[in-house]
Structure formats: C-alpha cells, structure tokens
C-alpha cells in the first residue's frame, strides 16, 4: 500500500531493553522525521533525515539512535529504554522544506 | 532557531460560535513555510494549509481561514460556525531554512485542544 507506515502500533517494553521502531514510505520522499508526542509538549523532534545515509539531531535526541541506509526506511531505536521515553511516536516523510509532511499512524509505546 | 507558540492550550466554545486558534512564530530566514495540522480524536495528523513567508494573503476554505501577519509573526486560524467535528488538537508549525538542503526542519508548536460544545 502506498503511504506511511509505521509498526508496532502498540508496544509495551521493559526499562533498560533495546527496542526499534519501524517507519516505512513508499513515495521516495527526501526527508523523514520522527517526533515524541507528549501531553503538554506537543509534537516534538526527536531526529530527522534529509536523505538516505544523512541525518541530524532535533530537539529531543538523548537515548536515541537512528539510521537511514534507504530512502524508504527510517528506524528509530531506544538503546536502553526508560520510563521517560513512554510516549506516541510519530515518523513523518516530505519532498522538501516548501511542503506538508506525511505522517504515519502513531505507535505507542509503554515502558515499564 | 526556530520556534512556534501556541499560547492557547485548551479551548471550548458552544457549537456555532466562532473560534479562533492563535499561532506566533520566530524565525531568523526569509524564506519559510507555515502550516496547520489537525488531530482528531482517533489520533492521526491531518494536514490543513501550507503557507510561504512571501504570500500573506489570507486564505479560506469553507468555514476555514487563516490570517497571516508577518509583521506580527502570526498565522491564526479561525473556524467560523464551529461544528462538534471540530473538535480536535491543531498544531501549527513552521519549516525554515528551505533552500538550505539538509537543514529544513519541520518545528511544531504544542498544539490547542478545541472542544465544540453541542
């Protein structure tokens, strides 16, 4: 299907384990995006990538890592997660700085 | 750098009444976009409008418009006869630094919940 897509929808982990969250387009859309949504906080960036292979900090990186070998996948990892990192993860996808983003369903994720 | 504000959190108002969401900006370019997004209660983002630093025309869409302001730094977002369908979380966000490729984040305010009261 075309779009974004992002996967888990819902995951419930462990303080202190490793997990990725998958984020997939199929429009070969330049920049991608990730943000944390959290009450009160809006939506804010975690990372984002311009192109595969080249990717930046956002306002929110810390206990973060991400990667972009392809175009169409952005996967965002939490080294070691912590109760803090309890939130709605968005990945998001646009042509360029002149238009809207795209963004996925959402996964929500518990840290227990 | 950039940043949005959105100064209003929550607001309510009774079905039909006008409304109107506020959105103040900072940014050091030129050349920039703005944009409004919508939040449903099933929680996906809805794009609304995009608007360029050089056209401050406003615009409207049906029961929609947006009045933008540079010398205010504002891009405001009315909702003329509110319906309960409107209830939602709108964010407004800014994206700068387009010609700078590598560079062009997309900064969101915090959003304001609106509640149309039946």
């Known amino acids: 299907d075309a779009g974004i897509t992002q996967s888990p929808r819902y995951k419930i982990t462990e303080t202190g384990r490793q997990v990725t969250l998958m984020c997939h387009q199929t429009w070969s859309h330049s920049y991608m995006f990730w943000y944390r949504q959290d009450l009160g906080h809006g939506l804010r960036l975690i990372y984002y990538?311009?192109?595969?292979?080249?990717?930046d900090k956002g306002e929110v990186p810390d206990g973060y890592v991400v990667s972009r070998s392809k175009t169409e996948n952005f996967p965002l990892t939490l080294e070691s997660a912590t109760r803090s990192q309890t939130s709605v993860y968005f990945c998001a996808s646009r042509t360029g700085g002149y238009t809207e983003a795209f963004f996925g369903q959402g996964t929500r994720l518990t840290v227990v | 750098a950039q940043k949005v504000t959105q100064a209003q959190t929550e607001i309510s108002v009774v079905e039909k009444e006008d409304v109107t969401l506020d959105c103040v900006y900072e940014t050091r370019d030129t050349t920039y976009y703005l944009f409004w997004y919508k939040q449903p209660p099933s929680g996906e983002l809805v794009f609304l409008i995009r608007?360029?630093?050089?056209?401050?025309q406003n615009e409207i869409s049906g029961r929609y418009s947006w009045n933008f302001q540079k010398s205010t730094s504002s891009f405001n977002f009315t909702i003329t006869a509110s319906q309960v369908v409107d209830s939602a979380v709108y964010f407004c966000?800014?994206?700068?630094?387009?010609?700078?490729?590598?560079?062009?984040?997309?900064?969101f305010g915090t959003g304001t919940r609106l509640t149309i009261i039946p």
């Open positions: 990538s311009a192109a595969a292979d080249i990717t």
């Open positions: 608007r360029n630093s050089f056209d401050e």
């Open positions: 966000a800014l994206s700068e630094a387009v010609s700078n490729f590598g560079n062009e984040k997309l900064t």
